[in-house]
């Protein structure tokens, strides 16, 4: 059974940095993309960042660039994301996501996902 499980959300003041964890298991992931999606009410799902497990290329949406670090740690089995200089509007659910490559990368058509972590950035 697959499984996405993320750790690391919290409240932290405008400035400050959260790092999320996303522990995966279950299959190999060999050949697949791990990304970051976050959430609000009223909003649609936000691709945030994403990474390959095959060459670890990265990319991020432009509102996190400078900002967020996406890593995997394969010897865990283990993708973070760590979120620096955090901003009020940050504040949402991220859940990790995961797919076997399919040519797309944004698009929240993932096979697996996480149930997500709160993330609240205050003023």
């Known amino acids: 059974q697959v499984q996405l499980v993320e750790s690391g959300g919290g409240l932290v003041q405008a400035g400050g940095s959260l790092r999320l964890s996303c522990a995966a298991s279950?299959?190999?992931?060999?050949?697949?993309?791990m990304s970051w999606f976050r959430q609000t009410p009223g909003k649609e799902r936000e691709f945030v960042s994403a990474i390959s497990w095959t060459n670890g290329n990265t990319y991020y949406t432009d509102s996190v660039k400078g900002r967020f670090t996406i890593s995997i740690v394969n010897a865990k089995n283990t993708v973070y994301l760590q979120m620096n200089s955090l901003k009020v509007e940050d504040t949402a659910i991220y859940t990790c996501?995961?797919?076997?490559?399919?040519?797309?990368?944004?698009?929240?058509?993932?096979?697996?996902w996480g149930l997500g972590t709160q993330v609240t950035v205050s003023s």
């Open positions: 279950g299959r190999t992931f060999s050949g697949y993309v």
């Open positions: 996501a995961a797919k076997r490559y399919d040519g797309t990368i944004r698009l929240p058509n993932y096979a697996y």
